[in-house]
């Protein structure tokens, strides 16, 4: 029996759920000698800002159990390098490309926006609301509603593209967060970004990172993110991108069972570089198996044998 791997949403059609994460996968054709990018969904690129960034400084990778931490800054190099040297490579590579952008004002979300509305290569755009290793770690866009709708409505009325708002978990409410921005004119939500942590080195008395603080992902966060989709995907109407913690195909079923309509592929790049790929195949393999017809059946199918209340969550855990 043939699987059909393909979804649709935003009104753009993608040959699978399987998308690579921002910010560990490069442009995309950077890992082309490990995976065919044709094998994926679509690519998702490292976020662009209008002007270079260097980052921070080092050292801003730290391995953690399950996991790592990092506090890489946003380094790139900038908007004008990305139209101009970036996307002309990418343009054929044959699967989508979804540029992710991000900004420190509304301002700057919103040029980004509109220098990228004539890119014909460009799929879609996903709004990085949320990273947690530039302004001191504060989230000005994504742990207050009104700033979130503020940027997502300025990139809305800037381009025609699909958008994406990429969310932070480190929230009281994600779902709050997921309405504002769907009300301001997103055409979908990634969830999640990393979760802020820390490591330390109490021999030297000192932070693994030079920032202190960074963004823990990897196996650790996909309870956390699994548990987040399923709230977002009940809170909205558009489509969410599941990301966090996938490792393998049974992970991808597992966040569309829970109301995703794609999910990333982040930390287990640095893992495994040929994983993706591999989960592709995967994916097909164990559908079949299980006799799934189409992908998009899987697609919030969960059978939750209670109704969640997640304001009141806390009183379902025993302390």
Known sequence: MAVDLSVSFAGVQFANPVFSASGTYGHGLEMSHFVSPAK?????????????????????MAETPSGMLNSIGLENRGIEHYRKEVLPTLRGCGTRVISNIGAESIDDFAFL????????????????????????????????????EAAIRAVRERTRKPI????????????????????????????????????IDWRRRAPMLS???????????????????????????????????????????????AGASAVQVGTWNFVDPTGIGT??????????????????????????????????ADALVER
Request: charged residues 20%.
């Open 40 to 60: 994926l969904g679509a690519l998702v690129g490292k976020t662009v800002t209008r002007r270079p960034r260097p980052g921070n400084a080092p050292p801003r």
């Open 279 to 312: 989960i592709v195949d995967d994916l097909e393999r164990i559908l079949e198996a299980a006799r799934v017809a189409s992908v998009r059946s899987l697609i919030g199918s969960l059978r939750s044998p209670a109704p969640v209340r997640f304001e009141q």
């Open 164 to 199: 994406l708002a990429k969310l932070s978990p480190n929230v009281t409410s994600i779902a709050e967060i997921a309405r504002a921005v769907e009300a301001a004119g997103a055409d979908g939500i990634t969830a999640i970004n990393t979760l802020l942590g820390m490591a």
């Open 113 to 148: 926006a509109e220098q990228l509305d004539s890119e014909d290569g460009v799929s879609a755009l996903e709004v990085n609301l949320s990273c947690p290793n530039v302004g001191g770690g504060k989230l000005p866009f994504s742990t207050d509603c009104r700033n979130a």
């Open 211 to 257: 920032t202190t603080v960074g963004g823990l992902s990897g196996p650790a966060i996909k309870p956390v993110a699994l548990r987040m989709v399923f709230e977002v995907a009940r809170a909205v109407r558009i489509p969410v991108v599941a990301a966090g913690g996938v490792r393998c195909a049974d992970d991808v079923a597992e966040f569309l069972v």
